[in-house]
């Protein structure tokens, strides 16, 4: 299985968010900081926002800040909420299930969905806290880096 862009990006603007002071941050500023196209991460913090994750703050101060606690916010319920489509096979589909004439006998369908079941099982053990406790070295990643004054130059 892949996470779609979306999720990962999801999961980066909570990241930089929950390491964010109190004044919170801005797309402009995550953009930058990995590298994403402020379009994308629009769209992301609409989805973030009407999910309950993220908070919007419009005009002079505003900016981005998490509207609950990152140690409420479990990892597979962001998966859950940002993927939409977890049909690994066809036949995971109701309306395709149709497509396998061994649907009603396969053992296949059923070692992937409890592999499924067991991949989200274990997303559902962490939260955003577990994943901003290295708070300082992320950080310090995240910080824009000062270019060197030979920067460019051979």
């Not at 913090?45 to 703050?57: C, D, F, I, N, W």
């Not at 149709?98 to 053990?125: H, N, Q, T, W, Y």
């Amino acid at each position: 299985m892949q996470l779609t862009r979306f999720t990962d990006y999801s999961l980066r603007v909570l990241i930089a968010v929950a390491l964010g002071d109190e004044k919170g941050t801005t797309i402009s500023r995550i953009a930058a900081q990995f590298g994403i196209s402020r379009n994308h991460l629009m769209k992301v913090v609409h989805r973030l926002s009407k999910a309950g994750y993220l908070e919007t703050l419009r005009g002079r101060g505003g900016g981005l800040r998490l509207a609950v606690a990152p140690d409420s916010i479990g990892l597979g319920d962001i998966v859950r909420a940002t993927e939409a489509d977890f049909h690994l096979v066809p036949c995971f589909d109701e309306a395709r299930s149709d497509s396998c004439p061994i649907v009603p006998a396969c053992v296949l369908k059923r070692a992937l969905e409890r592999g499924m079941r067991g991949f989200l099982g274990v997303l559902d053990e962490y939260t955003l806290a577990d994943l901003i406790k290295p708070a300082r070295r992320l950080r310090e990643l995240l910080e824009p880096q000062p270019r060197s004054a030979s920067a460019g130059y051979p």
